[in-house]
C-alpha cells in the first residue's frame, strides 16, 4: 500500500496486546496481497492482465469494494476514480519520476481512463473493461478499507480503544484511552507539516487527509502534485490539503480525494454525505485560504477561521 501502517490499543495485559497486534496486521498483509497493483499475484493485477478481454469473475470482498468504488465515482461525478492508473503512469507518478506527458501521451492515457468504461455484473460478479489498456489501482480507496477491516478485527478480539493509522491518509480512532472522551489527533499544516492547523478529539470515527506534498515535481515555477483530476487528465493545482472526518476509512478516504479534486466547489458533494466534516486548505497568494464544512475544531491555530453552513465556497481566511 506504500505506506506504513501503525497501531496504538490499550489492553488487559502484554499478551492480550500482543495478540490484537498479530490478528489486526495479518489482516493488513492479507489485503496487501489481495489488492496491491505492485504484486503481480494480486487479484486486482490479475483482473487488470484478463478484463480487456474477457469479463472476470472475482470474490465477493473484492467485488464489493470495487463496486463501492464505482459508487462513489458516481456520487462525486468522477472527481474520484479508480481507473487513472494510465494518467498516473503518463505523469511519471509510479516510478517517481514526475514530468510533463506530451499532448499524444497524454490523450491516449485519456482514453484509458474512465469509471464509466468499466463495465460490472452485479449478479455474475464480473468486472470487464470496455477498452484495452485500461487498469484499476485502489490506492485512493484501499489504505481506508484495510484500516475500517482492521477495526473490525480488533472489535472481535476484544479491543476496546485502538488508534489505527494507515501512514498520512487514514486514521480510525476505535472507542477511547482510559479516563479519556476520546483519541487526540492533529491535523498538519501543509506548508510545515511539524506545526497543526486543527486539534481534534473524537471516537468511532474515520479521518482522512490527502495532500499536494506527498509526491509532486516542480517544472516552469509550477508544482504538479499526483493526486489527478480524472476529468481533465491534468494534476490538481492550487489545493494544498483537505481532511475528512466520518464513520468509516474507506469512504473518508475516497472522498477526501475527491474533495481534493473538487477544491473550493466542494459544497455539493459533501451535502450528500450526513455527519461528515470537512477541512481544505487552498493555496492563496501569498498564503492559504481555509474553509470548512461543519467542523468540530472551532479554533484553528494562527489561523481566524470564518464558520459557515452550508455553503462550502464562501468561508476564507488568512
Same mark, same amino acid.
Given at each position: 500500500?506504500?505506506?506504513?501502517?501503525?497501531?496504538?490499543?490499550?489492553?488487559?495485559?502484554?499478551?492480550?496486546?500482543?495478540?490484537? !497486534?498479530?490478528?489486526?496486521?495479518?489482516?493488513?498483509?492479507?489485503?496487501?496481497?489481495?489488492?496491491?497493483?505492485?504484486?503481480?499475484?494480486?487479484?486486482?493485477?490479475?483482473?487488470?492482465?484478463?478484463?480487456?478481454?474477457?469479463?472476470?469473475?472475482? +470474490?465477493?470482498?473484492? !467485488?464489493?469494494?470495487?463496486?463501492?468504488?464505482?459508487? %462513489?465515482?458516481?456520487?462525486?461525478?468522477?472527481?474520484?476514480?479508480?481507473?487513472?492508473? &494510465?494518467?498516473?503512469?503518463?505523469?511519471?507518478?509510479?516510478?517517481?519520476?514526475?514530468?510533463?506527458?506530451?499532448s499524444d501521451d497524454l490523450i491516449a492515457a485519456r482514453e484509458r481512463t474512465g469509471f464509466d468504461k468499466v463495465v460490472i455484473d452485479r449478479a455474475a460478479r464480473t468486472i470487464q473493461f470496455a477498452i484495452p489498456g485500461m487498469e484499476l489501482d485502489l490506492g485512493a480507496i484501499g489504505k481506508? %478499507?484495510?484500516?475500517?477491516r482492521v477495526v473490525e478485527i480488533l472489535r472481535e478480539a476484544g479491543a476496546k480503544a485502538a488508534l489505527v493509522v494507515a501512514g498520512s491518509s487514514t486514521v480510525y480512532a476505535l472507542g477511547a484511552p482510559p479516563a479519556e472522551d476520546g483519541w487526540t489527533i492533529h491535523v498538519p499544516d501543509p506548508f510545515d507539516r511539524t506545526r497543526k492547523i486543527s486539534t481534534l478529539k473524537f471516537r468511532d470515527q474515520a479521518i482522512s487527509t490527502s495532500g499536494s506534498y506527498e509526491r509532486f515535481f516542480?517544472?516552469?515555477?509550477?508544482? %504538479?502534485?499526483?493526486?489527478?483530476?480524472?476529468r481533465t487528465g491534468m494534476p490538481v493545482e492550487r489545493v494544498l490539503q483537505t481532511t475528512l472526518i466520518g464513520s468509516d476509512g474507506a469512504m473518508t478516504d475516497a472522498i477526501s480525494n475527491a474533495l !481534493?479534486?473538487?477544491?473550493?466547489?466542494?459544497?455539493?458533494?459533501?451535502?450528500? !454525505?450526513?455527519?461528515?466534516?470537512?477541512?481544505?486548505?487552498?493555496? +492563496?497568494?501569498?498564503?492559504?485560504?481555509?474553509?470548512?464544512?461543519?467542523? &468540530?475544531?472551532?479554533?484553528?491555530?494562527?489561523?481566524?477561521?470564518?464558520?459557515?453552513?452550508?455553503?462550502?465556497?464562501?468561508?476564507?481566511?488568512?
Open positions: 500500500m506504500g505506506t506504513v501502517f501503525a497501531i496504538h490499543l490499550y489492553a488487559e495485559s502484554e499478551p492480550d496486546a500482543l495478540s490484537f !497486534f498479530e490478528v489486526a496486521f495479518e489482516e493488513v498483509e492479507r489485503l496487501e496481497e489481495t489488492l496491491s497493483k505492485f504484486r503481480q499475484s494480486s487479484e486486482i493485477c490479475r483482473i487488470n492482465r484478463l478484463a480487456a478481454s474477457q469479463p472476470v469473475t472475482t +470474490d465477493p470482498e473484492v !467485488f464489493s469494494l470495487i463496486d463501492q468504488s464505482l459508487r %462513489y465515482s458516481e456520487q462525486t461525478a468522477g472527481a474520484f476514480d479508480i481507473t487513472v492508473g &494510465p494518467l498516473m503512469r503518463t505523469w511519471g507518478f509510479f516510478r517517481a519520476e514526475g514530468h510533463f506527458p506530451s481506508g %478499507y484495510a484500516v475500517d516542480d517544472l516552469n515555477g509550477r508544482r %504538479y502534485c499526483h493526486v489527478m483530476d480524472p !481534493f479534486v473538487l477544491g473550493a466547489d466542494g459544497d455539493a458533494l459533501l451535502s450528500k !454525505f450526513q455527519d461528515v466534516s470537512a477541512l481544505s486548505v487552498l493555496a +492563496d497568494d501569498p498564503g492559504q485560504r481555509i474553509l470548512k464544512w461543519n467542523w &468540530p475544531d472551532a479554533a484553528i491555530e494562527g489561523n481566524e477561521l470564518v464558520d459557515f453552513e452550508p455553503s462550502y465556497g464562501r468561508a476564507q481566511a488568512s
